[in-house]
């Protein structure tokens, strides 16, 4: 019945692999559980992550180099022996008991459309308040991505996120995540709009998992930063779908200031203050402050 794929990097997967075994076993069903390693670089980790292959019912794939995100969330696809493939990232948390059971019900009540489908169980942040060093992160995933599926259900292709998915594995005859992304920032939301050009139905249910990969405040500027590069640089070679673009907060700021003539002037001001903003925040987690770096990021990459 069901295939869970676990895509992993430098993280400790095993109380999720755990959790996830106990969860499947008392329901009864036929069920896998793929890890792949994206090459994570400590060795310790890695070892100690491989123990799972004793469990009878994981597989471990460890890569020799890193593939990226995208690549390696296709090849556990194409690794699955189920027709329902429920993806789950390596630095998820068990929020609540019935998890596996809630999206086994899913499955046995939509089985008989045999329609391809998606379904999105969402991601939610833990209550305790992160140190200082690592709290924009904790902040951004509280503002942005925990929401209810009601909300979500409002614009379900947009903010697209597989942290928390379940498909049919024929989904992946009509879309796969583009490797084009080889690095993180947007190959997500880009799948997601792929879904919703090819009519592939998705719908939200609050399944949440909890997010536990929380970068620090550097390193989460970092990441957005190379983000936006991949960004820009789909701009500029025209493959963003109409779609896609209106839905993007971030480019649609850099449209709205192209329309009126301000891409220069708001480039400059904000070249101007980079310096603070990325002060303000990696030391203050401030949220409009990395709003800001981003855009002053595009402006500049498609001014470039």
Excluded at 16 to 34: K, M
């Amino acid at each position: 019945m069901l295939s869970i794929l676990v895509p992993a990097y430098n993280f400790d997967v095993q109380p999720l692999v755990h959790d996830l075994l106990h969860q499947a076993r008392q329901l009864n069903i036929p069920f896998e559980i793929i890890v792949e390693d994206d090459a994570t670089p400590d060795k310790r980790l890695c070892a100690e992550n491989h123990t799972l292959v004793m469990e009878p019912e994981v597989t471990y794939i460890q890569n020799i180099e890193n593939i990226g995100r995208a690549k390696t969330r296709n090849h556990l696809a194409n690794a699955a022996h189920y027709p329902y493939l429920l993806f789950i990232d390596g630095d998820a948390g068990m929020k609540q008991s019935d998890y596996i059971s809630q999206y086994v019900q899913y499955i046995r009540f939509h089985q008989h459309a045999d329609v391809p489908f998606v379904v999105l169980g969402g991601v939610a942040y833990r209550e305790m308040v992160p140190d200082s060093p690592s709290r924009l992160r904790w902040k951004y995933g509280i503002a942005r991505e925990q929401k209810t599926a009601a909300v979500r259900n409002l614009t379900p292709y947009r903010s697209f996120t597989p942290f928390n998915m379940l498909a049919t594995k024929s989904v992946f005859d009509k879309v796969s995540f583009d490797e084009w992304f080889t690095s993180y920032g947007y190959e997500d939301t880009f799948f997601g709009d792929q879904l919703r050009q090819k009519g592939v139905i998705v719908s939200h249910i609050d399944n949440e998992l909890y997010h536990d990969g929380i970068d620090t405040n550097e390193e989460y500027v970092g990441k957005m930063m190379g983000a936006i590069d991949n960004l820009s640089q789909l701009y500029k070679d025209n493959k963003l779908p109409v779609g896609f673009v209106d839905d993007n907060r971030l480019l649609q700021a850099y449209l709205r200031c192209k329309k009126l003539y301000m891409v220069g002037v708001v480039g400059f001001l904000l070249r101007l203050i980079r310096h603070p903003l990325k002060w303000c925040a990696v030391r203050l987690s401030s949220i409009t402050a990395l709003d800001l770096l981003k855009l002053e990021r595009l402006i500049a990459a498609l001014r470039g």
